[in-house]
């Protein structure tokens, strides 16, 4: 069974940046599409971003378009979002999760979390 | 794009109950790639059902999918004590991917 731990999460202005990472304790873990999902407190969730195994399909949410990038580097087994220009409705726990095998969705493993909070 | 949406918001059952929660999509899902995730306070989701009828590894089988194109529904026959949770749906069969429903929770009554 993978093990997704995150990692970055924090509090951070509006306005700001912050890179989530997510390692993987796969040792295979360029065959698997990845992706990140979000949970605003006491909401439900809400997809974000997905990136392909070598990283060639990359797919945002409207919401985040033009101010996340995802990535992700094979030789560390290691996933990133990067993320610009944070709103307070950003804020939420950011888990990043993997596809069954060969398919981006649906999600059958995940990470447990992190906290980003955007507030002054 | 493509609306999920969840009924009821809430359901009230008790152990040994049968639970029956509905996923509704404004418009037919793909290839009826549909999949249902649990998830309880502070842990991050656990999924359960995939392409609307497949149990995924280690799932019990008192829950079960049903449903095509529109209509879809997640049954778990006798809910034990560990089931009382929240319910989420999810589409992967239509752009954009991977959309969410808004959750059903099921509290002990």
């Known amino acids: 069974e993978v093990q997704l731990l995150e990692s970055g999460g924090g509090l951070v202005p509006p306005g700001g940046s912050l890179r989530l990472s997510c390692a993987s304790s796969?040792?295979?873990?360029?065959?698997?599409?990845m992706s990140w999902v979000r949970q605003a407190p006491g909401k439900g969730l809400e997809w974000v971003s997905s990136?392909?195994?070598?990283?060639?399909?990359?797919s945002y949410s409207d919401s985040v378009r033009g101010r996340f990038t995802i990535s992700r580097d094979n030789s560390k087994n290691t996933l990133y979002l990067q993320m610009n220009s944070l709103r307070a409705d950003d804020t939420a726990v950011y888990f990043c999760a993997q596809g069954r095998v060969g398919l981006t969705f649906p999600f059958d493993s995940w990470g447990q979390g992190t906290l980003v909070s955007v507030s002054s | 794009e493509i609306v999920l949406t969840q009924s009821p918001g809430t359901l009230s059952l008790s152990p040994g109950e049968r639970a029956t929660l509905s996923c509704r999509a404004s418009q037919s899902v793909s290839s009826n790639y549909l999949a249902w995730y649990q998830q309880k306070p502070g842990r991050a989701p656990r999924l359960l059902i995939y392409d609307a009828s497949n149990r995924a590894t280690g799932i019990p089988d008192r829950f079960s999918g049903s449903g095509s194109g529109t209509d879809f529904t997640l049954t778990i026959s006798r809910l034990e004590p560990e089931d009382f949770a929240v319910y989420y749906c999810q589409q992967y069969g239509n752009s954009p991917f991977g959309t969410f429903g808004q959750g059903t929770k099921v509290e002990i009554k």
């Open positions: 990136i392909s195994g070598f990283g060639g399909t990359i």
């Open positions: 796969r040792f295979t873990f360029n065959t698997f599409a």
